[in-house]
């Protein structure tokens, strides 16, 4: 059924804004919920749907995951939503920021697999290695 239902809105003109909306109440989440989600603050997730603030790559990459869907169709939204920048470098950082999101994402995932498989010795050496290197 919440295929169907996005099916239908893809094929409306909606901004990003009011796509996002639909996604989040069609889902029954609220905005605090998916503002928590991408580590915003629910006034600029508010902005994100009220058409204030457009989505950084990371966050529409991060809101496709949430909601299984494809970035493209929320890049798609964005790019459709601003008629004076029709720029396509910008286009082009728009898709490598989303594509360097992804492949943070795939090695985060990586990594925390790696982890989870070693033994507690080594999850320990693991974790002080990842902390001094994080302080220095």
Sequence with gaps: MKQK???SMNS????IGEFLRQLRKDEGVRQSDLA???GVKTSTYSAYENGRIKPAPDKLYALAQYYDINVELLVSKVK???ETDSNTSNDALALAAIKEAKDE???MEELVYYFRNLRP???KAVYELA???YIS
């Design 5 to 7: 239902k996005r099916d």
């Design 121 to 123: 010795a080594h999850k």
């Design 131 to 133: 902390k001094s290197l």
């Design 105 to 107: 994402v795939a090695m």
């Design 80 to 82: 459709g939503s601003d």
């Design 36 to 38: 928590k989600q991408l």
């Design 12 to 15: 409306r003109t909606l901004t």
